[in-house]
T-cell receptor
Framework: AQTVTQSQPEMSVQEAETVTLSCTYD???????LFWYKQPPSRQMILVIR??????QNATENRFSVNFQKAAKSFSLKISDSQLGDAAMYFC?????????FGTGTSLTVIP | GAGVSQSPSNKVTEKGKDVELRCDPI?????LYWYRQSLGQGLEFLIY????????KSGLPSDRFSAERTGGSVSTLTIQRTQQEDSAVYLC???????????FGSGTRLTVV
């Protein structure tokens, strides 16, 4: 069964600094997608970044980048130059076919 | 529409009453998903629609929960005889077939008192 594990329930970062959120997953499949979603207090789940498993190059979206280690089944999110608006719950997710599996989330606090 | 719309945004109901939660997906999105998010928890899969059919109902927690989708568009999640443990945020998401990811609605916060 596919599972997604986020081992950091809470993280904090100083404004303008860099923070890394961890995610590991378990699968026996070779073709899948990985995602990071952000959920601010508004409850809207917002897609931050996605990674195709067949691509070795790590995905990057502006200040957000991932460290994808396929053999280790690790998919961490790095947020550079953290901003107050980055404060939210962050969920790691795995997709295979039509099913998504989500981790339990990491609550990120940004300290001014 | 431009985004996934869910209504109501908040619902307070008495234990034992039935509730209906509505999801209006992005126009043209054939896949629709319902998730439940309890306080401080991750997302729990409930049901998935492809068009009007539900190939995967495995996440529905009990027979008090049902969902339907009509016209390949709007979906309704119904909870009968609500219990306090049903209190949660119910999130709906839609996607194009074979697309990468979901677009989520803002959810309905259900409180059973």
């Amino acid at each position: 069964a596919q599972t997604v594990t986020q081992s950091q329930p809470e993280m904090s970062v100083q404004e303008a600094e860099t923070v890394t959120l961890s995610c590991t997953y378990d699968t026996s499949e070779s073709d899948y997608y990985l995602f990071w979603y952000k959920q601010p207090p508004s409850r809207q789940m917002i897609l931050v970044i996605r990674q195709e498993a067949y691509k070795q190059q790590n995905a990057t979206e502006n200040r957000f980048s991932v460290n994808f280690q396929k053999a280790a089944k690790s998919f961490s999110l790095k947020i550079s130059d953290s901003q107050l608006g980055d404060a939210a719950m962050y969920f790691c997710a795995y997709r295979s076919g039509n099913q998504f599996y989500f981790g339990t989330g990491t609550s990120l606090t940004v300290i001014p | 529409g431009a985004g996934v719309s869910q209504s109501p945004s908040n619902k307070v109901t008495e234990k034992g009453k039935d509730v209906e939660l509505r999801c209006d997906p992005i126009s043209g999105h054939t896949a629709l998903y319902w998730y439940r998010q309890s306080l401080g928890q991750g997302l729990e899969f409930l049901i998935y629609f492809q068009g009007n059919s539900a190939p995967d109902k495995s996440g529905l927690p009990s027979d008090r929960f049902s969902a339907e989708r009509t016209g390949g568009s709007v979906s309704t999640l119904t909870i009968q005889r609500t219990q306090q443990e049903d209190s949660a945020v119910y999130l709906c998401a839609s996607s194009l077939v074979n697309n990468y990811g979901y677009t989520f609605g803002s959810g309905t916060r259900l409180t059973v008192v």
